[in-house]
């Protein structure tokens, strides 16, 4: 199950973006396994997605296992997005169009290297963030609930096994995030990508997924 996040659709009118949350969101993902009779589930989530699925395994009781990709645990302790990076994702040249200014946006989130070879995927990327990106309030909503998500001092309560995987040359959520993860979760390992951005995961998919399927097939 890959549960949509609100306002990641064009043209979805959405209400009470003011009261979006990471706990919201957790909620949310309850509710959908709840309707969809999922009683436990392997809960993979990425960049803000890891923390929501941190939030979620913290208060429900279906997660079988954990896996946290290029995430943190949020709260004065993590390592913060760079300045540069900040400025460059919330920004965008003077008279660009929406898909310079979507171009202009993800780079902090890619190894230029990649981009420059992929030129056809980094297109196709951004025809699919033109369809279903997050509209600009969401954008604003979910940058605020991120801001705000802190499970720093919770996750000792954490009893499941945690896969931990991120890019060392990430430059949105920094790695030193990765390992205070890693120091924070007793029962967690932690997987590096060198060289990996924030989307290392679709740079080195073969080797995420390696890691992925033997982490899972440990479990089952």
């Known amino acids: 199950l890959v549960p949509r996040l609100p306002g990641t659709l064009r043209g979805l009118v959405l209400l009470k973006l003011a009261g979006y949350s ?3 969101l957790a909620a949310d993902l309850e509710a959908v396994l709840d309707d969809a009779g999922v009683y436990d589930a392997h809960i993979v989530g990425a960049s803000m997605g890891g923390m929501i699925a941190q939030r979620y395994a913290l208060e429900y009781s279906r997660t ?15 390592a913060p997005v760079p300045d540069e990076t900040q400025e460059r994702m919330f920004d965008a040249p003077d008279g660009a169009s929406e898909r310079e200014t979507i171009r202009h946006r993800m780079r902090p989130a890619f190894n230029e290297r990649f981009t420059n070879r992929n030129p056809h995927l980094m297109d196709r990327i951004i025809e699919w963030r033109l369809e279903q990106d997050a509209s600009a309030p969401a954008r604003e909503a979910q940058a605020a609930a991120v801001q705000q998500f802190d499970v720093s001092d919770r ?24 390992r205070l993860l890693e120091e924070k979760i007793s029962d967690s390992r932690l997987e590096l990508v060198e060289g990996g951005s924030h ?16 982490f899972l097939e440990e479990q089952d």
């Open 22 to 24: 990471i706990g919201g």
């Open 64 to 78: 079988k296992s954990l896996t946290l990709c290029c995430t943190s645990h949020g709260g004065p302790d993590a």
């Open 199 to 214: 989307l290392f995961f679709i740079e080195d998919d073969e080797l995420v997924n390696e890691h992925l399927r033997s």
């Open 155 to 178: 996750l000792d309560g954490l009893r499941v096994p945690t896969l931990l995987l991120h890019g060392t040359d990430d430059q949105v959520v920094p790695v030193e995030n990765a």
